[in-house]
């Protein structure tokens, strides 16, 4: 994993970083008391303390995109039908959007931080922020959730994974893949 980044990945990176502390704040006020005592506030809490970061990279032609708006269930499909996958969620910087925002893609299992993007055209994600989630605990959460998004809300509107923020992610459920975020940026635990 090569961490040499390009000035337009870097200044996607830091404005990821920044709306995730951002995020975080906004979270950790608007949610007292109600989630105080909890983990986290927020999914950006979560990320800016298990996250790792993913590399930009264009979509094996194997991989057709879903439409918009359904990252979370191609990205699942795609984990389930081909070995090696892994579901990853958490969030994105996109070309021409002003805020990041939750999103799921996919990566290869072999350690690898390449993001194999479900949904938004090649070369618009431009800094990815996610947990890799095993394919056992991703599957028991959408089952019992019954949506296919796993910590996030999946959508407007729908409730994100309160027992994952209030609890944190059991040792199990995540698979180390991906860049470590600089010590600087990243939150103890339930910060």
Same mark, same amino acid.
């Given at each position: 994993?090569? @961490?040499?980044?390009?000035?337009?990945?870097?200044?996607? +990176?830091? %404005?990821? %970083?920044?709306?995730?502390?951002?995020?975080?704040?906004?979270? /950790?006020?608007?949610?007292?008391?109600?989630?105080?005592?909890? /983990?986290?506030?927020?999914?950006?809490?979560?990320?800016?303390?298990?996250? =790792?970061?993913?590399?930009?990279?264009? /979509?094996?032609?194997?991989?057709?995109?879903?439409?918009?708006?359904?990252?979370?269930?191609?990205?699942?499909?795609?984990?389930?039908?081909?070995?090696? %996958?892994?579901?990853?969620?958490?969030? +994105?910087?996109?070309?021409? *959007?002003? *805020?990041?925002?939750?999103?799921?893609?996919?990566? /290869?299992?072999?350690? @690898?931080?390449?993001?194999?993007?479900?949904?938004?055209?090649?070369?618009?994600?431009?800094?990815?922020?996610?947990?890799?989630?095993?394919?056992?605990?991703?599957?028991?959460?959408?089952?019992? =959730?019954?949506?296919?998004?796993?910590?996030?809300?999946?959508?407007?509107?729908?409730?994100?994974?309160?027992? #994952?923020?209030?609890?944190?992610?059991?040792? @199990?459920?995540?698979?180390? #893949?991906?860049?470590? %975020?600089?010590?600087? +940026?990243?939150?103890?635990?339930?910060?």
């Amino acid at each position: 994993m090569n @961490d040499r980044m390009s000035d337009a990945e870097r200044r996607a +990176v830091a %404005l990821l %970083l920044e709306q995730g502390e951002a995020w975080v704040a906004m979270w /950790r006020s608007a949610c007292s008391p109600q989630r105080d005592g909890w /983990r986290f506030a927020s999914l950006a809490e979560l990320l800016l303390s298990h996250g =790792r970061r993913f590399t930009p990279a264009s /979509r094996p032609s194997a991989f057709v995109a879903g439409p918009p708006g359904t990252c979370f269930a191609t990205a699942s499909r795609w984990a389930d039908e081909h070995e090696g %996958l892994l579901y990853v969620e958490g969030m +994105v910087v996109a070309q021409r *959007v002003p *805020v990041a925002f939750d999103h799921a893609w996919c990566v /290869r299992a072999e350690a @690898d931080d390449q993001v194999i993007d479900p949904t938004l055209p090649d070369g618009m994600g431009m800094a990815y922020l996610g947990v890799a989630l095993t394919d056992g605990y991703r599957c028991a959460q959408q089952a019992r =959730r019954g949506v296919d998004a796993v910590i996030t809300g999946g959508g407007i509107n729908l409730a994100d994974n309160t027992e #994952v923020l209030r609890d944190g992610l059991p040792g @199990d459920a995540w698979v180390s #893949v991906g860049r470590p %975020l600089p010590a600087s +940026v990243q939150l103890g635990e339930g910060a």
